[in-house]
């Protein structure tokens, strides 16, 4: 099922970035996949909170967690880079991406389906509770262990496709061989000490100091893009220390 379910979504994102009904563009994704079982998703009843469900409480019989990444077009992200509100061509990407996300996973609950497997999709990418700060799921932790990359300094999931790109994941109770983690630290400064350019490029100081990341300013700034683009949808984001890092586009050498 790994060679068909990874055929499908490429030739998906494919289809969909050459499409003129959309204005984003992306590249190819890429994929990890993890065992319901792996103790780490344990550990984050401890590390996010005990509201963050297991495999599990998704689906009860779930044998593999499918991990995938997708890369946005460089030149969207580029267009991110100045000023200190969102650029709109990163706006509309961020709506078009959730998009093409959800029409990925019901594409392949069909796929599963006619080969006799069952996929629960995990969360949506709007259930997010403003008031709480919480998602029962992280799709970027799931990613995490499934070995789709390591964390940056900006708390985005370093990829070998890098940092600008959104995460799906599913569970399905077909059995996928689970992908390595990687050995090393992607991000340059876990790895060496040697990049701290995502903290300076918080137009908020939310990621002021390494070790302190304040959610509440990185909330506050998202709202204001999402007022300033109102017009459009109700876009809470920024990504302004995700674009034009080292990590933007690949894991840094």
């Known amino acids: 099922m790994r060679e ?5 979504v490429k030739e998906y994102v494919k289809e969909c970035s050459e499409s003129p009904m959309t204005k ?3 590249e190819e994704p890429v994929f990890a996949y993890a065992s319901t079982k792996d103790p780490i ?9 005990s509201y963050h469900k297991l495999p599990e409480d998704i689906m009860e019989d779930g044998k593999t967690v499918i991990a995938y990444f997708i890369p946005i077009a460089r030149s969207i992200a580029d267009s991110n880079i100045p000023g200190y509100f969102s650029s709109e061509k990163w706006v509309y990407s961020y709506f078009e991406t959730v998009d093409l996300i959800n029409g990925i996973n019901e594409g392949l609950k069909k796929l599963f389906a006619d080969n006799g ?4 999709v995990t969360a949506d990418h709007r259930s997010w509770d403003p008031k709480t700060m919480q998602c029962d799921w992280s799709h970027r932790h799931a990613a995490y262990i499934a070995g789709l990359g390591t964390f940056g300094l900006n708390r985005g999931l370093i990829t070998e496709k890098g940092v600008c790109g959104r995460i799906g994941t599913l569970i399905t109770d077909a059995e996928i061989k689970p992908t390595k983690r990687p050995q ?4 340059l400064y876990k ?3 040697s990049c701290r350019i995502c903290l300076n490029k918080c137009p908020v100081s939310a990621l002021d100091v390494p070790d302190i990341y304040d ?7 998202t709202y204001e893009n999402a007022e300033k ?4 949808g109700f876009a809470d984001v920024c990504a302004k220390c995700m674009t034009g890092v080292p990590c933007s586009f690949k894991k840094p050498d």
């Open 184 to 187: 090393e630290e992607f991000c």
């Open 229 to 232: 683009y109102k017009e459009i």
């Open 41 to 49: 998703f344990k550990d984050l009843k401890t590390i996010i909170g």
């Open 191 to 193: 790895r060496n000490g």
């Open 4 to 8: 068909k379910l990874e055929t499908f």
């Open 24 to 26: 984003s563009k992306w």
């Open 215 to 221: 959610n509440r300013k990185c909330m506050d700034v």
């Open 117 to 120: 497997y069952k996929i629960a």
